[in-house]
């Protein structure tokens, strides 16, 4: 027979990010820094919570938006750290952040509709919106000497009558760069002025170097008028090293929840009820857990500055946040092909730019969230390959 596959689907393209991870793992001995995660456990306090509520019989389906209690901690915690209130009825939570950020696409873009994208960017924005149907429009960062900034200018003319969202990501994955409270201003206005959403991704929000936490834009867009435009994505993955958990939130008015949870319900429903109760527990007694998650990728940072930013073919911009060096490398036009010899030469997987969108070629993605050694003995061999050195 005749397949007929939804061109939506058939236009997500795979990733030269998997293939690179395909020959890493057929590969002995390849240390592996192309995956966006820490090689850190769970934190045990948040296993055992996890162990004990299935024990107390939280087995069962539960609200699809999350059970109450853990709303009001996501809620608790965004008023701690950003001192803007929300009501449980204005958080969802979801199977990983990337749920949330599928849903809120969904719901805003569809055939005939644009979204423009902050870039380099995670894959999964671009491809959100292609299976929405839309068209991802990919809007750079400029490069100054000291590291990215917004280009507001570009963004403004990507902007047209059937754009209906900016997607931005501060803390960057993959640049590591933190959007600064001007900045969000500026995107603010542009979406007032154009009618738009801001999609903003802030998974990364407590990995940071300078700061303790990222701004938020739910600080900058607390108005009544303007929190109609804005869905903040967050996910306990990265703060809490629960990247298998699969456990994530959107903040967003009470109407565009609505809407993000009558879709849900249809999809996942709920998110696993035991790990629901389990991020209870992260975000209540997880402080000293983020304090030394982030000292630790400080740390590991600065090795990676010590061990590569010296060598001539390589430009490194200091990460503000998450935990990424994103390396560009001096004549490189094949951040693919770069990837798979890596592996082969090297033992080393990393990220090819290009899997970012085209502004991401000619850089690698290199995710320095590894233990002191694992780290020392991959820069040792980069170092010493001749695409670096
Ligand atoms: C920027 C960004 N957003 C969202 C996600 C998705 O995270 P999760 O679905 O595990 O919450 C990731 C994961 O790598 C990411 O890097």
């Not at 959007?179 to 969000?184: A, F, G, K, L, R």
């Amino acid at each position: 027979m005749t397949l007929r596959f939804r061109p939506e689907l058939e236009g997500v393209t795979e990733s030269p990010l998997v293939q690179v991870a395909t020959l890493a793992e057929r590969t002995p001995g390849c240390i592996k820094l192309c995956y966006g995660e820490a090689d850190l456990p769970t934190p045990e306090f948040i296993v055992r919570a996890a162990h004990d509520a299935a024990l107390a019989g939280h087995t069962f389906y539960t609200h699809t938006a999350g059970v109450p209690e853990l709303r009001e901690a996501i809620a608790a915690k965004v008023h701690e750290l950003h001192g803007v209130e929300h009501r449980p009825s204005e958080i969802i939570c979801t199977v990983g952040g990337s749920m949330a950020i599928y849903l809120a696409i969904r719901a805003f873009v569809g055939s005939g509709d644009n979204a423009v994208i902050v870039s380099p960017a995670y894959a999964i924005y671009v491809n959100g919106v292609v299976m929405a149907g839309g068209e991802a429009r990919q809007v750079p960062l400029a490069r100054g000497a000291s590291g990215f900034t917004l280009d507001v200018e570009r963004i403004a003319n990507a902007i047209d009558a059937r754009t209906r969202m900016i997607v931005v990501n501060s803390p960057s994955n993959p640049t590591g760069w933190m959007i600064t409270e001007t900045e969000q201003r500026a995107l603010a206005e542009l979406a007032a002025q154009h009618d738009l959403v801001i999609l903003s991704d802030e998974v990364y929000e407590r990995l940071t170097f300078s700061v303790e936490t990222a701004p938020s834009f739910s600080r900058v867009m607390a108005a009544p008028a303007d929190r109609d435009r804005l869905i903040v994505i967050n996910s306990f993955s990265k703060t809490y090293n629960m990247t298998g958990w699969r456990l994530g939130w959107a903040q967003a008015s009470e109407r565009t929840i609505r809407v993000m949870y009558a879709a849900a319900e249809f999809m996942t429903s709920n998110p696993t009820a035991m790990v629901q109760q389990a991020g209870i527990v992260a975000l209540r007694g997880g402080e000293d857990s983020i304090r030394e998650l982030r000292a630790h990728l400080a740390a590991r940072r600065d090795q990676v500055i010590a061990a590569l930013g010296a060598l001539s073919r390589i430009t490194l911009l200091p990460s503000q946040g998450a935990f990424y060096a994103f390396l560009g490398i001096d004549g490189l036009t094949n951040s693919a092909q770069l990837a798979s010899t890596l592996v082969r030469e090297a033992g080393v997987a990393l990220a090819p730019g290009a899997a970012f969108g085209q502004s991401g070629e000619g850089h690698m993605r290199l995710c320095f969230a590894a233990t002191e050694n694992t780290l020392a003995e991959a820069l040792q061999r980069l170092g010493t390959h001749s695409a670096f050195d």
